[in-house]
């Protein structure tokens, strides 16, 4: 062990496993965890070349040897609930997407819930068995979130009972969806239907892709790879070109919408139906960015307190970097926001199953801000540990650029949840889109419960933009609680602003529509607030939770540090809206500096609290040990291009140019 | 050609090609600057395979082939100004690092600057011809920036007038310099130097690596490719470990410091007679900036004219993607960026040619200013160029991820410059150096000239951070030259209220260096206002040499958006010096949108004025003909993954998968 991070471990004022078991949820949890943990990276089946090493279609052969070794074990050992399946996968494939992905977590789940039981016989045993390997093709190459904008057609023909399915344009060829370029032989299409002469939009059909044989594209089928990607190194995102493909009128998945042997056209009872998994996905993705993030802050802070550079004080050894207070600026309130969005993916999650029970009764009631919610928070938590991660990897220095660090492997994973399932923008103005309804309602006499209850028109009218220092301002910035209260009104004044920036347009005689688009930066920057808001919340009331008193200390130093370093960011907001005073602008800066300093003797065991095993981080800097130079030189000396002392490029090339110059 | 785009040419109110010589600094410039372009991509001989589809082996090799051929062809056609050398080697490589590199941009021009006469007769020649093939030595596995804590040492032997060197730790390895992995035969070390019991610090040493006839490495040197990096795919960058290696005391570079034969040292006349590279360096860092962020904004803007998607009015056609407002918001001020940075960048090269006489004379008066710009707008521009890179592959949804875009390649190959040639946060803490010195020397009632004048006490008693709305202010939101002042006052401000904490900290009994560590955040941000306001003031001043109506028209709206984003991105800065009142902040806002719509016309001759040719910007999205999707599908086609039907994984997982589930 290297004697700094013992020392750093030494100098932690809080249990660490106290705190891994907060964040696991219960110890009985966290033992789970590990013993799950512990099946996967003891296997000797599992071990792995670094994908680092491979070439793209090494990579890709090595993740489906370690898919259908998963499917096999995970049969074998009855492993079955969810989460200790996720569990086992995230370490099968340390946060890599897989070709499987898309057959077990689309394929399967769409059969499940949208296939007739007819359907689920004729198909989910295979599915389930891998004799069917499915995808979900629904983006295509000119279309992605607008679904109404999709091309592929199937026009349903009566005299042969079949459905014709077509990509009647170059953008319509499906793109994008995982596992379809090489892996799957089936694909579950989404494609305006046809029948009787009329579009009846969206729906999902079951296509065999290739033959169950050969495995080789069936005639009528164009099918392959969309090529080389920022990541997903592992997965054949495919393309898919329909030409003329006949299937049987019962691969329409008709457990809601229907076409009659005629041709007649049923609608589905409620369009809600498929709302739900959207929203679970979405959740889900906040618990990854925090995921994503706390690897970064684990790797970044280990190094940070392993590693010595320059001077403060001339003469003595070369500090820590750790020690540099522009260290501990960049990567301390990004180990909040870890935490932060740790608390957050926890409550989604769990705010999800608590009303799945009621969406299963048919009551919506609950779902629409759940929605609303889940989008803002997804696209917040993405774009802030995307960014994060970035500073993370730039504060180590050269080495963060090694592909040794893991790094830039975490990053280039996390940065895609910033545009699929619901581009960021786009997900922000649906939040938003929910607000300005809500203060529509508010300013109506309606009065909101839930979260948007700030929105209330008495509540209201208190925080209307005003000259700074023109109202008495009341807030302690030394008292979260307090904090929580200034990030809700900064929220509702800046709804408030967007809404009044529609209604001027619609003033000016736009339509409502140019109005919205005309006011569109203002109604993202009030979806920011509001899920900022939300974080800020959240993460206070986690607090509560938390019954060892060292472990809540420390967790409320890191909670006051990510709200005051929130404002400090956006402190116009606060000042614009007369919230915060100048003074009190000043005073957050000099407590930003002091919560750093109390932070500093931590800062390790915070990042071991979020229990990353080495197998799994993969990361030369982020080794629980320290020892970061002997392994990185040891790393380097196995990079393919050291197989043989000299390249063949000198012979070729090199030597030749000597007689020519 | 796409209709959409063709439509966008005709829109713009100006002519690209008057701008396209703006930016080339004449239209002589353009003429050959074009030349020189198409007698590489006319070349056959420089034809390559897209490396995104190659290994690393294989995209090493197609660079050597291209180095050597590169070379040979200069020599050939008698190219040598070193403007067109760029032009025709950014042709070759298109921005993309190369082995050579090292070779051509360090290794020759240190002996040129610190060979004796002799070292030169001895080594020039045989470099040039590439016999000789050097690197530059000098960060190791365990040392970056901070030159003075580097551990390789050269001991001088008088016995046999030989200099012994070593790698004493792990943590002394060489460790990234271009080239040494595999392509050097030499490197130029640089090494703490011990002679007759002393060291004398860090001293450059030519050590041969490799036999000049077979390439293998020398006894005692252990010398390799440090593996796999986030981009830099092409270059070698290596680790070196020396083992007792011995060299002729002539081997050390002894135009200013000499070891004599008996060992006597004797130092260098100044130590500031290699300050004027660095200087150099840092200053071609922000004219990258430009060039990559000018290569993202082509793409992202073409993309956005001929990409529809969603709808903004119901029932009409999906709209393109750059009528939404958010996109504009996006793109219009990265793009305003990229402009600015080009015009720093020119102004940066021509005051360093203007003063390289000066310093060629000794005369090093204005050498300390520019070196502090130069440290401060290298980590200014290179951050903002980094995350704006990002913005505009996130902002061209799924398709940005995909390696046809080219925009993950801009990101890998730019991001680096963050931390080479002085990791950003120390360069800003330099310039910090330069600010809180000038503004104590400004205190102590020295008159300071040059673009710190602004810190001249009398100034500086006027702008005292002061309660928002107390002081009457007269800035006119609409006027570049208002704006310019505002910045300024910022800049006076922020470095007021960094001095001031140092002093604070001294006040509390602190060290000068610990208080200088404790008040880095506040220095960092003086910095950060400091070259916000330089960019801003150069932006301004360059409208003056714009003759032409329509591209002063143009180039002042841009300028004004800068300004005034930036204002609103940092409005916390404004608002709590009294700077800007609460309604100016707020129409700043409403100003922006405006110039969004304005600039909506000519945003694809803008960024077409750049004149990035398509072969080198190698962009299916930033086509100039806008044909997107057919050359999307035709480029994945050609995915290595598609070079056979069924992968082989099928026969060697999947298939026997089924048997035993």
């Known amino acids: 062990m290297n004697p700094d991070i013992l020392k750093e471990r030494k100098s932690a004022s809080f249990d660490v496993e106290t705190l891994t078991n907060v964040l696991d949820g219960g110890p009985e949890k966290t033992r789970r965890r590990r013993e799950i943990e512990s099946m996967v990276l003891n296997d000797p089946d599992f071990q792995e070349e670094d994908p680092s090493f491979l070439s793209r279609s090494e990579r890709y052969d090595q993740a489906v040897r370690k898919s259908a070794q998963m499917i096999q074990k995970l049969r074998e050992y009855g492993i079955a609930d ?4 996720y569990h086992y996968k995230k370490c099968v494939h340390p946060d890599r997407p897989e070709p499987l992905d898309l057959h077990l977590g689309m394929f399967l789940p769409t059969l499940l819930n949208q296939a007739t039981p007819e359907q689920m016989d004729r198909y989910f045993m ?4 891998l004799e069917i390997i499915g995808t979900y093709a629904q983006t295509e190459m000119g279309h992605g ?6 091309e592929t057609t199937a026009t349903y023909d009566p005299a042969t009972q ?17 596992g379809l370029g090489k892996t799957s032989n089936h694909a579950i299409v989404l494609a305006q239907l046809y029948t009787q002469g009329n579009c009846h939009g969206l729906h999902a059909f079951i296509v065999p892709l290739r033959d169950m044989k050969t495995h080789l594209p069936l005639p009528g089928v164009v099918v392959g790879d969309i090529g080389p990607k920022f990541g997903f190194n592992e997965v054949d995102n495919g393309y898919l070109k329909l030409e003329n493909i006949r299937i049987p009128r019962d691969n329409m998945l008709m457990k809601f919408a229907k076409v009659a042997p005629d041709g007649t056209y049923a609608k589905p009872p409620s369009s809600k139906l498929t709302y739900g998994t959207m929203v679970f996905i979405r959740s889900m993705i906040v618990g990854e960015s925090s995921r994503a993030l706390s690897k970064a802050c684990t790797i970044a802070i280990r190094y940070s307190s392993v590693r010595h550079q320059s001077e403060i004080r001339p003469g003595e050894p070369e500090p820590q970097i750790l020690d ?6 960049k990567l301390f309130p990004l180990l909040a926001t870890a935490y932060a969005f740790h608390f957050v993916g926890q409550y989604m999650r769990e705010t999800y199953h608590r009303i799945t ?3 299963n009764d048919g009551d919506f009631s609950e779902l629409p801000e759940l929605h609303a919610l889940s989008a803002g928070l997804k696209a917040f938590t993405t774009w802030e540990a995307n960014s994060a991660i970035e500073v993370c990897r730039m504060s180590c220095g050269g080495h963060g650029y090694s592909c040794s660090s893991a790094l830039p492997d975490i990053y280039v994973q996390f940065t895609p949840t910033c545009t699929y399932e619901g581009e960021n923008t786009v997900m922000m103005l649906q939040t938003a889109r929910y607000l300005v309804k809500s ?3 508010a300013k109506a ?3 909101l419960s839930g979260i948007v209850s700030y929105l209330n028109e008495a509540q209201h009218r208190r925080v209307q933009p005003q000259p700074v220092a023109a109202r008495p301002t009341v807030v302690d910035i030394n008292d979260l609680a307090s904090l929580v209260e200034v990030y809700k009104l900064r929220a509702a004044i800046l709804v408030d602003l967007a809404a009044k920036s529609i209604q001027q347009e619609l003033q000016r005689r736009k339509s409502q529509e140019d109005a919205w688009n005309n006011s569109a930066i203002d109604l993202v920057r009030a979806s920011d607030a509001h899920c900022h808001y939300v974080v800020v919340k959240l993460f206070a009331d986690k607090l509560r939770d938390i019954s060892d008193t060292a472990v809540h200390s420390v967790m409320s130093t890191l909670a006051l540090l990510y709200a005051l370093h929130g404002i400090t960011k956006n402190s116009g907001d606060f000042l614009q809206a007369g919230l915060l005073n100048v003074p009190q602008v000043l005073q957050t800066s000099v407590r930003i500096k002091e919560l750093l300093s109390q932070l500093r003797p931590n800062a390790v065991a915070l990042v071991d609290a979020f229990d990353h095993n080495d197998k799994k981080l993969n990361s030369v800097l982020g080794r629980y040990d320290g020892n970061v130079y002997e392994n990185m030189f040891e790393w380097a000396r196995r990079s393919p291009l050291n197989a043989t002392e000299v390249h063949e490029s000198f012979y070729k090339y090199l030597k030749p140019l000597r007689s020519k110059l």
Chains 1, 2 share one sequence.
């Open 445 to 447: 006499g309606q009065q």
């Open 82 to 85: 969810p989460e200790e399946i």
């Open 324 to 329: 540099y207070q522009t260290q501990q600026y």
């Open 145 to 150: 979130t607008h679904l109404r904008g999709l």
């Open 162 to 178: 079949e459905f014709v399915l077509n990509s009647p344009t170059i953008s319509s060829i499906k793109w994008w969806p995982g």
């Open 357 to 359: 029970g009621d969406i």
């Open 439 to 441: 203060y529509r309602q």
């Open 126 to 129: 295979p599915a389930w068995n």
